[in-house]
């Protein structure tokens, strides 16, 4: 394994080309996920690469995986900081592979729910459904994204160590280190994704090159 430092600005620019060079031209769409703890900032990355999509004659849609957890009596059913239910319970992944992902198939509609529920409320955002035109990209950002068997075109995993994940994990959210521990033994994020960076220090963001 090779770990080569990488400033924030040339990583979006590597990766925005990466994504254009899928295939797209004949108007199929590209779905991709940009997996990590909320501490590894998945969210700002996804947003770094709509513009340089955008120049590249691909347009982006933004979906966060926030907006797609279980209703709170799912989620919360074993308690508020049970990291197990955490891992298993909290994203509709169902939700997210309807209403979001297999529009994107080849031969789909191409209609895309932008969110589902608002985290905070527990109600539905009522949002309108987005078209993402042919050959369109869709960004999704979250946690615990990968070893689902969702279907996506390209995946980037943003890495930390337990030390980085613990030192950045707000203190009202430690409790679900346990979770990204599981995360890691179980499904091996770093080995399984298409592109690994690690980010202990988001300024000085690294590019993982596996043999």
Do not use: C, K, N
Request: no cysteine.
């Amino acid at each position: 394994m090779q770990v080569h430092p990488i400033s924030p600005d040339r990583l979006a620019e590597l990766l925005a080309d990466r994504i254009a060079a899928l295939p797209g031209a004949d108007g199929t769409w590209q779905r991709v996920a940009v997996d990590g703890a909320a501490a590894a900032r998945p969210g700002a990355l996804a947003d770094a690469l709509v513009e340089p999509l955008r120049l590249r004659g691909r347009p982006a849609l933004r979906v966060s995986a926030a907006d797609f957890l279980r209703p709170a009596s799912v989620r919360l059913e074993y308690g508020r900081q049970d990291a197990d239910a955490f891992h298993d319970l909290w994203l509709d992944d169902g939700a997210l592979l309807r209403e979001v992902l297999a529009p994107l198939d080849p031969g789909g509609t191409g209609r895309v729910l932008p969110s589902l529920r608002d985290p905070v409320t527990d109600r539905s955002t009522r949002a309108p459904y987005r078209e993402l035109p042919p050959g369109g990209v869709l960004l999704l950002d979250g946690a615990l994204l990968l070893g689902r068997w969702l279907p996506f075109e390209l995946t980037v995993h943003l890495a930390l160590t337990p030390a980085a994940l613990a030192r950045r994990t707000a203190p009202e959210e430690q409790w679900t280190l346990p979770a990204f521990a599981r995360y890691e033994a179980e499904t091996g994020p770093a080995e399984a994704a298409d592109v690994t960076v690690r980010v202990d220090d988001p300024r000085h963001p690294a590019l993982v090159e596996h043999p």
